[in-house]
């Protein structure tokens, strides 16, 4: 992990979301898709907690990170950034998205605000030369990731809990007819996508073996670097920091 | 150099005021972005229980205003385990190692320092207190831990309670004062159920300087250490000009790596 100053080189708005792309070299060129990064939400003691951040691309010492139109103040005050300002970044945290030499058919599965985390998985692995699907699950088109916003090769493949665009409904509908394509499997959701992605695993192959899917668990950091034993969950067989084993886990490690 | 227990044989020598308070680096071993132990003037371990512990369920944080509420329900992997894992480690720290020792079964914190007397690479014990204890039972648990030991012996008092507790701590075989614990409070964690929890971050700092205050006005045979909200180098002149030798940081550690390396380089900046 490092701290650097990030520079704000572009600025987005997008359905009231914020992204900034920041140029921090040093940075961009540790991180892996799946690591966070920590952002201080202001020049001061206050807000005090480090926000946690998700790259949406990595590309050479260029990064992006999405800011949620919430009410959080930290948030706020990144989604007020301009270009030409600096912010203060902590990064990366613990183990990403490993992508096996031998896979050839990559499933990308998100649920909800969750998918956009895969993003700039989905952007390595069609570099790799990998076919990549897109699941995605949102509650309507407009929460769904563009379609401009992927790689040409990859499949996107969409469900809206009301019916807006794509398959109407749950995601999990797709899962038998995505798993029987896919060699390995990411995926970003809720405990509860994972517990539903893993049943139907089982369902399709028999068992969850270790190896055959990742996912990212649903946390944010404040040290990042095991300190501070906030982020301690049942992992992996014990109660382990996440920051330091995941965020990264195999799917069978945590469901 | 500095001396937090120059009346004891052993004494524990300090290079700077500036120490990484309990679990700043997890047990010595979670160093942020660019810090070093040579940096700091000691370590302090998280509290160690001498059977492992699992913690509190999440959420363990809240986030306050200027600061946070924090509960890990003293997590840990139980005192053999932590010197079986560490031990190593801890060797090559370069600076004095500071076990602390959490509240537990009566007669375990006496046990685990006399286990501590053999392991050399230990240069002192801080025992925490807990906010609602009982001033007979806190002065019989440190002379219990003081006649087994003759490791310095740091108290880390209950910033709320300090200034009632402090003498019976230094009367019962305290080598020095951790001011303090900050207190307990509740505040709901992210949108879900309150959790309970003590303060950390700027807002504790208020807490520190008031319990320091009365402290330093008992002028006690013990050395003040200063803990608590520490975040920027008036906040150190100020802790050590009200009395405290050292103090100790942790937060600062994980929010800002750079602004805790800056703050570690005390006394090496002519303006000090
Ligand atoms: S975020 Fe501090 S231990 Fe994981």
Redesign the pocket.
């Known amino acids: 992990m490092i701290q650097t100053k990030a520079h704000v080189v572009k600025r987005e708005s997008e359905r009231g979301h914020v992204i900034l792309t920041l140029k921090a070299a040093a940075l961009a060129m540790r991180l892996g898709p799946g690591q966070p990064i920590l952002v201080r939400p202001g020049p001061g003691l206050d807000p005090y907690l480090p926000r946690t951040f998700h790259p949406l691309s990595i590309q050479d010492d260029l990064l992006s990170i999405r800011i949620p139109p919430d009410a959080d103040r930290g948030h706020a005050w990144l989604r007020a950034r301009s270009v030409g300002e600096t912010l203060d970044c902590l990064g990366p945290?613990g183990r990403g998205f490993r992508i096996a030499a031998q896979a050839r058919r990559l499933l990308c599965l998100g649920e909800g605000e969750w998918a956009w985390t895969l993003l700039s998985l989905v952007e390595k692995a069609v570099a790799q030369g990998v076919a990549v699907t897109l699941a995605v699950e949102a509650t309507s088109a407009t929460r769904a990731i563009p379609a401009q916003r992927l790689p040409l090769a990859v499949e996107y493949r969409l469900a809206t809990v009301d019916g807006s665009r794509g398959r109407r409904g749950r995601i999990s509908t797709l899962l038998p007819e995505l798993l029987s394509w896919a060699d390995a499997v990411a995926a970003a959701g809720t405990m509860a996508f994972y517990q539903t992605l893993a049943a139907a695993i089982e369902e399709q192959r028999l068992l969850l073996r270790h190896g055959y899917a990742q996912a990212l668990y649903p946390s944010t950091?404040?040290?990042?670097?095991?300190?501070?034993?906030?982020?301690?969950r049942d992992v992996a067989g014990g109660r382990r920091?996440?920051?330091?084993r995941g965020p990264v886990f195999d799917l069978a490690d945590i469901v | 150099m500095l001396d937090l227990a120059p009346n004891n044989k052993r004494g524990l020598v300090l290079h700077s005021p500036i120490m990484v308070g309990s679990g700043g680096a997890g047990n010595g071993d979670?160093w942020p972005s660019g810090l070093t132990p040579d940096m700091f003037a000691a370590v302090v371990t998280h509290p160690v229980t001498l059977r492992p512990r699992r913690g509190s369920e999440p959420p363990r944080l809240a986030e306050l205003p200027a600061g946070f509420l924090l509960n890990t329900g003293d997590h840990n992997p139980g005192f053999r385990r932590l010197l079986d894992q560490h031990r190593t480690q801890w060797r090559r720290l370069g600076v004095p190692l500071i076990i602390s020792l959490a509240e537990g079964a009566p007669g375990d914190r006496a046990w685990m320092a006399e286990r501590l007397e053999e392991e050399p690479v230990v240069a002192g014990i801080e025992l925490p207190v807990r906010e609602d204890v009982n001033l007979g039972e806190l002065s019989a648990a440190i002379a219990a831990v003081r006649r087994v030991t003759t490791l310095p012996l740091l108290v880390k008092l209950p910033s709320t309670r300090a200034a009632h507790l402090a003498k019976a701590c230094v009367v019962a075989g305290a080598d020095a004062l951790v001011i303090g614990g900050p207190p307990p409070a509740v505040y709901p964690a992210s949108g879900q159920a309150l959790l309970e929890g003590v303060l950390g971050g700027p807002i504790a700092l208020p807490f520190t300087l008031r319990a320091l205050e009365k402290v330093a006005a008992l002028a006690l045979d013990a050395a003040l250490i200063a803990s608590g909200g520490i975040q920027r180098r008036q906040d150190v002149a100020l802790c050590l000009n009200m009395g405290a030798t050292a103090v100790q940081v942790r937060s600062l550690l994980?929010t800002d790596p750079a602004a805790a390396r800056a703050l570690a380089q005390w006394g090496q900046d002519p303006i000090e």
């Not at chain 1, 950091?221 to 301690?232: E, P």
């Not at chain 1, 920091?241 to 330091?244: F, I, Q, S, Y």
């Open positions: 945290v950091f404040f040290c990042g670097v095991g300190a501070c034993q906030t982020c301690a920091r996440v920051c330091l | 979670c994980w």
